[in-house]
């Protein structure tokens, strides 16, 4: 699973958007010769930038090694 940023030109529908790879017949995720990833977001393939992809597993397992709490608890 990703996080898609997006950029300025980015419309608001992928803005901030969880989104998985879409992978070929051997597993690996399909990617561009200038940097582009084809996603799945809300079911719709599209491409994008791959540089602008945040992969969520690590987001939540750097909040685990730095103890980080997921969210403000008081």
Do not use: F, W
Not at 19 to 31: D, F, P
């Amino acid at each position: 699973m990703y996080k898609y940023l997006g950029d300025r030109n980015t419309d608001q529908q992928y803005k901030g958007h969880l989104c998985s790879a879409v992978k070929n017949k051997s597993g690996k995720c399909i990617r561009g010769r200038n940097g582009n990833m084809l996603v799945n977001i809300n079911g719709r393939k599209t491409v994008v930038v791959a540089r602008l992809l945040r992969r969520t597993d690590k987001l939540l397992l750097n909040r685990t090694r730095k103890n980080i709490p997921d969210h403000k608890v008081e």
